[in-house]
DNA sequence: TTGTATGCGTTATCAA
DNA sequence: TTGATAACGCATACAA
């Protein structure tokens, strides 16, 4: 509960030189700055945030708006987050805005209102043109990580190109019977449409055929979504990409259910290397769900030092690891199996 | 950036009676009331925290520390944390403090010192005693959520509890051969010791020898040791009750990989009910952390109201769950098989 | 029921 | 290089 004051009365100085020589600013001699932070060590002082967020209109604080945060992805992105602004010495509050639920409305409509922050975090947003309004009318600096169109700084993954290589992928081993799980789904994400016209694209360019096969991007749901399309064998694929890693291991778990081994029957692909994938010897691409927030945490931050920063959109590209879930159809051998265990990058 | 002085000349009052329109406090007739909310509304005028904590001292805001923000225990309790905090207005500023970081000694140096809030929530933080001493030393009211042990409100699992009735399911099917997998691990949590404690003392109430098998508790961790477990023709057991779902659902990928099916050649029981233990047919002792995370935030808002409020200890009982994953061993038929459909309360 | 005046703990401005 | 003093934006005790 010491301020400042009993700093300054105990180094023997005025507060204002006892302010100077705790915030670095401004002139103060070397002897008496060194009795002042010495005084504050001993007296345990730590400045009012309150106070200092009123005399200077920093708050030291940034504030995370997400749609979830017991996703993968999401719980990635803010560990990255924190873990960036950890060392720059900001703290992190967290704003959970969930599609549909009253709570989101109330987020936008108060809490962000109150500005507790110097600057704003979206996270998989996809905010409804209103809601983006009201995010703009904040007036704080703010960056996204996928979710957000347009007029802000942006990083994320380049989906279409993530899909197409997936896609690629499976083409190379000699797979012409490819088909897409994940998308397609009531209150599923943007990107499972745009990872889907990936791959769509991509088959019309090889001048194949495309199989869409709605799912959840979950892995039950990924599960389920499998056990239909393997369970009848006029629709079986010898290769599958999935939107994401979560739905490829459910399509994994499915083909094992049915007998199916992979990847001699069955070839499977996601995208996200998430925590499972290598237990499941899963070839996915590589996206590091946890580098786009520390660069979206770096972003902001150095928005705070050049509010002139010009607005930046970062893609980055997945990078392929190719595990024991691919390999050549049933039909053709080993041709092009060499490349089976190298790792690529970008 | 409208402030209160604007409100009041647009309603035509003074400053203290805008400020008691708009908070409530103190007397305000209803026509000069509506007249200063209507000039708020017009303006969006929205109240500075800063100058409010200033102010009153209150900073309508909860720390919240857990050592993972991306496990799913974790990532379930702070969506209950955040649920409940948002429905009472109260924002939520998160620390992360993982154990053996740099940056947990930087969250108890610096940024919790700050004391940015008005309360603080940790989770299965596990903190060492001079931890322990810093966020008493806080001067803040705290509630916990698993992790501290004695002079601050608590709520968590009873775990010897579960452990006991989980491996009393077993028993009561008729397994005498049974393993426990989990804990004993470098870097574990301190509970799932506990739950090893609990199985022991109901296996040797039982006159039956028990059989630990460490394994960290994640998915590949219970996959790994449930391989080497149940490779070994001679180790091998007939039940299995795992420290957590996600080691349940690494034994029983496990045993699938094995050629062992579940639960005809080997039973698993785990603990939490994880949202992929319906898809996996497991049987579990549900614990819900999102709910101790809303018990533990309505706790501490309790304790905001009246701060002498006796600190209070919340064990809570997980159900059983019985799904598939379980049922008599091989050689016992179904004599209490027709247990295996019903779902029962603590 | 309303207005005036003061304080909350810092930083920042200006003289000294 | 330092010190007195005025903001910062609001809530509140006290006076009217």
Redesign the interface.
Known sequence: ?AGIADVARAAGVSKATASRALTGSGYVSEPTKARVQEAAAKL?Y??????V??ATGK?K?VGVVMP???R?FF??V??GI??AL??H?Y????Y?ARPGTE?RV??FD??L????FDGLIAVGLEPSDNELDRLIAI?RPLVSVVGVSGTTSVIALDDVNAARRATEHLLDLGHTNIAFVGGGVEGGAHVDGIRLEGYEATMADAGLPACHVPSPAS??GG?AASVDLLGDVRRRPTGIVATCDEVAIGAI?AA?RLGLPVPSSLSVVGIDNH??A??FSLTTLEQSPREQGVHAAELLLQRFRDPDAPVVEMRLQATLIVRNSTAPPAGIPSAAAGVATTRSVP
Chains 1, 2 share one sequence.
């Open positions: 509960m345990g730590v400045a009012s945030t309150a106070a967020s009123l708050t604080n979830y945060v017991n993968w719980a990635e803010l560990d924190q873990d950890l060392r010495g703290d992190l509050t967290l959970d709570g109330r987020v108060e809490f209102a109150r500005k507790r007036g892995l039950p599960y778990i094992r925590e499972y290598e237990m």
